[in-house]
Each structure stands twice: as C-alpha cells, then as structure tokens.
C-alpha cells in the first residue's frame, strides 16, 4: 500500500506570496492532520481534517488555512507568507480520529 | 493539559550497547502515547504505540517501551544500538477523547548519536 504522498517536496517563495501544500493519504484512510515543523518551535499542530470537515485548530493566524476533498486528500494554504514561516510542513493520515496517524516525507518551505 | 517532556535533547551511545530514552507526559484523559523517529531530511516513522493495552509495548527495529501510570513515564529501550538507529527520536501523546481528539502533541526530540 502506497504511503502518504506530498507535494511538492520542496519550495521557494517570497514574502507576501501564497502558497499551497497537497497531501494524499493512504488509500483508505479518512482523517488527515497537517503539521509545522521548525527549529525553533519544534513540531506544531495546525489542523485536523475528517469527512471533510475541520475538526480541531493549532494556535495558528487565519493566513493559515485548509480543506480536504471527498477523496480524503487534503490542501494547505499560507497567504501572505513571511520569513517565520520557512519550515518543514507534514502531513499525516489515520484510518480514523482515534488510530495512529503515519507522516508523510514532507514539503520543505523557504520563505526569502 | 497534554504536554510532553523529553529529559534528554542528546543521547549518544556506542554502537551493541543498550539505548535508554526518557519521556514524560501529561494528559487530561486516557492517553495514547507514541515513539516516531526522524531520520535526516525524512519525514515521522511510526516505532511503536500505547493504547491502553499491554503496559510493554514492542515496536519494530528491536525497540520498545512501557508505560507506567504511577509515574507518568513512557521511556524507550533497546538492548543493543546500532548505527542506523541515529537519528530523532520523537515521544508523542494524543488523547482518545475530549475536544483534542485527533490532535498528537510532540515532545522536543532527542537526538541519538550512535559511535562505531
């Protein structure tokens, strides 16, 4: 079974740009959870996605946002962008809300 | 509050020797609780979970870890190290109910260093 996929791996924008993220979940898997990894804050929970509805928020500004598909797939995006936020952002996916969640490789973002 | 605390940011070790890694947690309701590891410009692999079951719990690659309630722990062992176990090693809790449902809070890591 294939794993959960991002795209594109990696990115360069400047500031003020918006940008969105693309996650495929594992096939058959309905929840799908994005996160913001980063040196200095560590790994942070954005949000978490199931039946395409939205149903828990990190404490994140409204620039960020997402939305998930009746395919399960899932988009994120950063409006605006600033330095701060250049960072690794991974998507996770779960058969549902209470199973183990398995991560994606990642989209690395460099904001310059 | 969930919350995570990893007692160690570095852990270094030589190569057949037992690797010890030290989490605590916190948690409002019953916990799940996770080991994922992070290799280099890699994205999370899954070691092993806790869920309420057996308080030993075996993950791959010959790692495991046990949970103790009494002393809100949830530490990793391995019996003998080995060079490719370098990498982040990441203790994780997620509650099965509540409104954070769905939500994995992460501890700050522990790098393992793995000499020859």
């Known amino acids: 079974k294939a794993g959960v996929t991002q795209t594109p791996r990696y990115l360069i924008k400047t500031r003020g740009q918006q940008v969105t993220l693309s996650c495929s979940p594992i096939?058959?898997?309905?929840?799908v959870s994005w996160y913001q990894q980063t040196p200095g804050q560590g790994l942070q929970f954005l949000f978490e996605?199931?039946?395409?509805?939205?149903?828990n928020k990190g404490n994140f500004p409204g620039r960020f946002s997402g939305r998930q598909f009746s395919n399960s797939r899932s988009e994120m995006n950063v409006s605006t962008l600033e330095l701060g936020d250049s960072a690794l952002y991974l998507c996770?996916?779960?058969?549902?809300?209470?199973?183990?969640?398995?991560f994606g490789p990642g989209t690395r973002l460099t904001v310059t | 509050a969930q919350s995570v605390t990893q007692l160690d940011s570095h852990v270094s070790v030589s190569e057949g020797t037992p690797v010890l890694l030290r989490c605590n947690y916190s948690?409002?309701?019953?916990?799940?609780l996770f080991w994922y590891v992070q290799h280099p410009n890699k994205g999370l692999q899954l070691l092993l979970k806790?869920?309420?079951?057996?308080?030993l719990v075996k993950g791959i690659n010959g790692f495991e870890a046990e949970f103790k309630k009494s002393e809100t722990s949830f530490h990793l062992t391995k019996p003998s190290a080995h060079m490719s176990d370098a990498a982040e090693y990441f203790c994780?809790?997620?509650?099965?109910?509540?409104?954070?449902?769905?939500?994995?809070?992460f501890g700050r890591g522990t790098q393992l260093t793995v000499w020859p």
């Open positions: 996770a996916s779960s058969f549902d809300r209470l199973s183990e969640q398995y």
């Open positions: 096939s058959g898997h309905r929840s």
């Open positions: 996605y199931f039946s395409e509805t939205q149903r």
């Open positions: 948690s409002s309701y019953s916990p799940s």
């Open positions: 806790y869920t309420s079951a057996a308080t």
């Open positions: 994780v809790v997620s509650d099965l109910r509540g409104s954070t449902l769905g939500r994995l809070y």
